[in-house]
């Protein structure tokens, strides 16, 4: 019931919509009906561009887009609003699903947004992004996604714990799912087509298991598109090889105490070691660590390539 009780607040977490960021363009409404106007304008080119952090700032009142509070990208973010002397700005708590609605609707327009980011994700694929320069390392380097287990799962479900120990796949692989799912396909039929299109790299994870007759087994995970995409996938993994499985979303902190609790069987959500570093810390003595799943994931600050800002300075 406890584990129930907290999908359904995730639920509610997923579903809400991003606050609107208006613009004010009345500078770019005003005419210019002669030549000194026009010369004037040329000559505060450099200006502009000098200044391109702090009008982006104004249009988007200071604020950075941002996914569930709990994600350690979020204590990162804010965090780097303190490194950087960023004290007019703040982190905007969203989802997923908001962050990138309220990038997509900046990007049809052209607007200024900045939102917290990582890959693999879709929104690469969907648009000209790039990262913001972190110079002050303060989102770290490359991280690997992980799988954690309950303890005891070795004991009651060898052969999922098998399937999870052995899963490890690549940005590719993932991204093919993900943007299935962007592009309206549903969850399990995208998650089921890359399966049947990789039988080759699921049966390795899958050689030497037995079948099941049933068993339940329970997987947590946080709603971003990449963990819809694993957790969908492996969970129609270890559907195939009997067992009756449930997914639930979580935020991360729920996600990993129902895990090291017991609740929870298994989890390979894990960003590591720097997004979700402060969990592991709390509830890693209790769980049990299978191994990377992804390497090279990145987390960090975003912004469409049209923005001219290239680091969490320009800011400023």
Not at 97 to 126: C, R, S
Not at 156 to 176: C, R
């Amino acid at each position: 019931m406890k584990l129930r009780q907290l999908g359904i607040a995730a639920g509610m977490s997923m579903a809400l919509v991003a606050a609107g960021c208006g613009t004010d363009n009345e500078e770019n409404n005003a005419p210019a009906n002669d030549n000194n106007d026009v010369n004037n304008n040329a000559g505060n080119n450099n200006e502009t561009e000098d200044n391109a952090g702090a009008n982006a700032g104004e249009e988007l009142d200071y604020t950075i887009t941002g996914i569930d509070a709990g994600a350690g990208i979020m204590s990162a973010a804010e965090e780097a609003l303190e490194v950087y002397d960023l004290e007019d700005w703040t982190v905007q708590a969203s989802s997923d699903a908001a962050m990138t609605q309220a990038l997509g609707d900046a990007y049809e327009n052209e607007e200024p947004i900045v939102v917290t980011g990582w890959t693999p994700h879709w929104k690469f694929a969907a648009y000209d992004l790039k990262y913001l320069e972190d110079p002050e390392g303060v989102f770290g380097d490359a991280e690997d996604i992980k799988t954690f287990v309950r303890e005891g799962l070795e004991d009651d479900m060898p052969e999922a714990y098998t399937v999870l120990e052995n899963f490890q796949w690549s940005e590719e692989d993932m991204g093919e799912i993900m943007m299935d799912v962007n592009e309206g396909a549903d969850e399990r039929e995208a998650a089921r087509e890359w399966i049947d299109n990789n039988e080759d790299l699921v049966s390795e994870w899958t050689d030497g298991v037995d079948s099941v007759d049933g068993e339940a087994i329970e997987l947590v995970f946080v709603a971003w598109d990449s963990e819809i995409a694993s957790t969908n996938m492996i969970g129609l993994v270890l559907e195939d090889i009997g067992y009756d499985v449930s997914l639930t979303p979580l935020e991360a902190t729920y996600m990993f105490q129902a895990v090291a609790e017991g609740e929870a069987d298994a989890m390979v959500a894990a960003w590591l070691p720097h997004t979700h570093d402060h969990l592991l810390e709390q509830y890693g003595d209790t769980m049990v660590d299978l191994g990377v799943n992804l390497e090279g994931a990145r987390v960090g600050l975003v912004v469409p390539e049209y923005m001219d800002i290239d680091s969490i300075e320009d800011l400023q």
